[in-house]
């Protein structure tokens, strides 16, 4: 079946701009109907509606990297993400979802329902000679799906979360199975980081050779199928680093973004500052053309993972997240070419929307109703863990900062009378050395924030969302009480810490052989 412009035109429309959603309908006029495909897959193996109402759900949470507000079709792309958009046409698009502004932190909130800062994980990133890791007391959202009786829970991807210390691996977090790199960063083609390859398979290193992407997408389907004839409900975390740096695409998807191999490639410089020496194959002629690549390529193994679901009769009852750990990033200053935030302000490492307001997407065919149009309020990243253990019928093990918004996504009920915590003051690097740029709008970006309703407080700056999403206009001096009043719960969610900012990083350590876990420490 393949769907019109019509047809396309109906389902996003009102998810962005009317130009935007008409360039949507554009792309996508061509591919095929997974909407309607994913609706009649539990049927077409002979699943009872009953059973799948009643059955409780797999978890399949997709986690972009680096990723563009306006990078994915649902808000407007120039390029095609057919497979992304079509979580969202069956779903829900999450208009106002936010996450912290940097990687690692990121994550630790998404797995753990808490603000990262309680833990120490905040104002930068686990670098390769960081000692540091998440707390081996945090609960994820892996050993607490272990509690409720759920089966294989696999992490593949980037975990970034440590790897200094045995009590950092991800398997030491209820999951059962890891496939992926410890890093931040690694080159697509060779997996090395700092010239030693970071490709893991449980505890061991992994020699499987292969664009990274590609390799991560095939890894997601091999889960599904064995955790198949299990008998019990699954968990899937795929932590993608696409489109994060190195910015390498495969040459099959730089021609489809229009490589043009008369021209030259661009040049991209090393990062000094974590000494990557990543390699030079996989560039485009633009940082932007190569991005877009990337992205075609995550797209692309999204799509294999939904053709598996469909296959074997797990879509319907299958709850599909898909977000980014943080905005399009910034370079010198200013915003990486390679990005596009769309009308929002700032990059990644920033508290303005363009760090923090991140390109999301939900759905779960037997139990929500397609509402591509809908806005349920503003939503946080701490906000999964809750969610999740509401839909698997059990309870997070410790106090969590997020909310249950389950009955939200399916009634549709806007969420309120809330406010979200952003992230502390990251004008000073809690680090060992400042890694990001002193321009004075990009430190006025990393000033404590939180977000309450249409009052958005970044620093001593005040801004309406509502009226002005692009943050343009400081209204502070026009409203001192809700000034004082923001500034009072930044103090309130500040107060939650419990480690010493300067504990975060604060080691350069050489790199660890083949990125293993010292013998030694095992």
């Given at each position: 079946?393949?769907?019109?412009?019509?047809?396309?035109?109906?389902?996003?429309?009102?998810?962005?701009?009317?130009?935007?959603?008409?360039?949507?309908?554009?792309?996508?006029?061509?591919?095929?109907?997974?909407?309607d495909?994913s609706?009649?897959?539990?049927?077409?193996?002979?699943?009872?509606?009953e059973?799948?109402?009643?059955a409780?759900?797999?978890?399949?949470?997709i986690?972009?990297?680096d990723?563009g507000?306006?990078?994915?079709?649902?808000?407007g792309?120039?390029?095609?993400?057919?497979?992304?958009?079509?979580?969202?046409?069956s779903?829900?698009?999450?208009?106002?979802?936010?996450?912290?502004a940097?990687c690692?932190?990121?994550?630790?909130?998404?797995?753990?329902?808490r603000?990262?800062?309680?833990?120490?994980?905040?104002?930068?990133?686990?670098?390769?000679?960081?000692?540091?890791g998440l707390d081996?007391?945090?609960?994820?959202?892996?050993?607490?799906?272990?509690r409720?009786?759920?089966?294989?829970?696999?992490f593949?991807?980037k975990?970034h979360?440590?790897?200094?210390?045995?009590?950092?691996?991800?398997?030491?977090?209820?999951?059962?199975?890891?496939y992926g790199?410890?890093?931040?960063?690694?080159d697509?083609?060779?997996?090395?980081r700092?010239?030693?390859?970071?490709?893991?398979?449980?505890?061991a290193?992994?020699?499987?050779?292969g664009?990274?992407?590609?390799?991560?997408?095939?890894?997601?389907?091999?889960?599904?199928r064995?955790?198949?004839?299990?008998?019990?409900?699954?968990?899937?975390?795929?932590?993608?680093?696409?489109?994060h740096?190195?910015?390498?695409?495969?040459?099959?998807?730089?021609?489809?973004?229009?490589?043009?191999?008369?021209?030259?490639?661009?040049?991209?410089?090393?990062?000094?500052?974590?000494?990557a020496g990543?390699?030079?194959?996989?560039?485009?002629?633009?940082?932007?053309?190569?991005?877009?690549?990337?992205i075609?390529?995550?797209?692309?193994g999204i799509?294999?993972?939904?053709?598996?679901?469909?296959?074997?009769?797990?879509?319907?009852?299958?709850v599909?997240?898909f977000?980014?750990d943080n905005?399009?990033?910034?370079?010198d200053?200013?915003?990486?070419?390679?990005?596009?935030?769309?009308?929002?302000?700032?990059?990644?490492?920033?508290?303005?929307?363009g760090?923090?307001?991140?390109?999301?997407?939900?759905?779960?065919?037997?139990?929500?109703?397609?509402?591509?149009?809908?806005s349920?309020?503003s939503?946080s990243?701490?906000?999964?863990?809750?969610?999740f253990?509401?839909?698997a019928g059990?309870?997070p093990a410790?106090?969590?900062?997020?909310?249950?918004i389950?009955?939200?996504?399916?009634?549709?009920?806007?969420?309120?009378n809330?406010?979200?915590f952003?992230?502390?003051?990251?004008?000073?690097a809690?680090?060992?050395?400042?890694?990001?740029?002193?321009?004075?709008?990009a430190?006025?970006g990393?000033?404590?924030?939180v977000?309450?309703?249409?009052?958005?407080l970044?620093g001593?700056?005040?801004?309406?969302?509502?009226a002005?999403p692009?943050?343009?206009?400081?209204?502070?001096?026009?409203?001192?009480?809700?000034?004082?009043?923001?500034q009072?719960?930044?103090a309130?969610?500040?107060?939650?810490?419990?480690?010493?900012?300067?504990?975060?990083n604060?080691?350069?350590?050489?790199?660890l052989r083949?990125?293993?876990?010292?013998?030694s420490?095992?």
């Amino acid at each position: 079946m393949t769907m019109g412009p019509a047809i396309i035109f109906k389902l996003v429309r009102g998810v962005t701009a009317l130009a935007a959603g008409l360039s949507m309908a554009a792309c996508t006029a061509a591919q095929s109907g997974a909407m309607d495909t994913s609706l009649k897959s539990a049927k077409q193996v002979g699943q009872s509606t009953e059973a799948r109402q009643n059955a409780r759900p797999n978890f399949l949470v997709i986690v972009a990297d680096d990723l563009g507000f306006a990078d994915v079709g649902f808000n407007g792309a120039q390029f095609r993400t057919p497979n992304i958009d079509a979580i969202a046409q069956s779903g829900m698009v999450l208009d106002h979802f936010y996450v912290s502004a940097l990687c690692s932190p990121s994550r630790a909130g998404l797995l753990t329902g808490r603000y990262p800062h309680r833990f120490g994980i905040m104002g930068d990133t686990i670098t390769p000679g960081s000692d540091f890791g998440l707390d081996p007391q945090e609960e994820t959202i892996a050993a607490m799906l272990a509690r409720a009786g759920y089966g294989r829970r696999a992490f593949i991807g980037k975990w970034h979360l440590g790897h200094r210390k045995p009590q950092y691996h991800p398997l030491n977090f209820g999951f059962t199975s890891f496939y992926g790199h410890y890093n931040g960063a690694i080159d697509y083609f060779t997996h090395k980081r700092e010239g030693e390859v970071d490709w893991h398979r449980d505890r061991a290193p992994s020699s499987d050779k292969g664009y990274s992407t590609d390799l991560l997408s095939e890894e997601a389907v091999r889960v599904i199928r064995g955790a198949h004839g299990d008998g019990k409900p699954w968990m899937i975390w795929l932590a993608y680093n696409a489109p994060h740096g190195p910015l390498q695409a495969k040459p099959e998807d730089l021609a489809a973004a229009g490589f043009d191999p008369t021209k030259p490639r661009f040049g991209e410089r090393e990062d000094g500052a974590e000494g990557a020496g990543f390699g030079l194959a996989g560039r485009g002629n633009t940082r932007r053309q190569t991005a877009i690549a990337m992205i075609r390529a995550m797209d692309r193994g999204i799509g294999t993972i939904l053709d598996e679901l469909r296959r074997i009769g797990q879509l319907d009852n299958t709850v599909i997240l898909f977000t980014s750990d943080n905005g399009g990033p910034g370079r010198d200053g200013a915003r990486d070419p390679a990005a596009d935030n769309g009308v929002l302000r700032g990059y990644k490492t920033q508290h303005y929307d363009g760090g923090v307001r991140v390109a999301a997407a939900i759905a779960w065919p037997a139990h929500l109703r397609p509402r591509p149009r809908a806005s349920v309020g503003s939503l946080s990243y701490v906000d999964i863990m809750p969610t999740f253990a509401a839909l698997a019928g059990t309870k997070p093990a410790r106090k969590v900062d997020g909310a249950d918004i389950s009955k939200n996504l399916s009634s549709g009920k806007v969420v309120s009378n809330r406010t979200l915590f952003l992230g502390e003051d990251y004008r000073e690097a809690p680090a060992y050395g400042e890694r990001f740029s002193r321009a004075p709008d990009a430190l006025a970006g990393r000033a404590p924030a939180v977000l309450s309703g249409r009052w958005k407080l970044v620093g001593n700056q005040l801004y309406d969302i509502v009226a002005d999403p692009s943050e343009r206009r400081d209204i502070a001096a026009d409203h001192p009480d809700v000034v004082r009043r923001l500034q009072a719960e930044i103090a309130r969610f500040t107060a939650l810490r419990q480690i010493s900012r300067d504990r975060l990083n604060a080691t350069k350590l050489p790199p660890l052989r083949k990125w293993e876990i010292p013998p030694s420490n095992r």
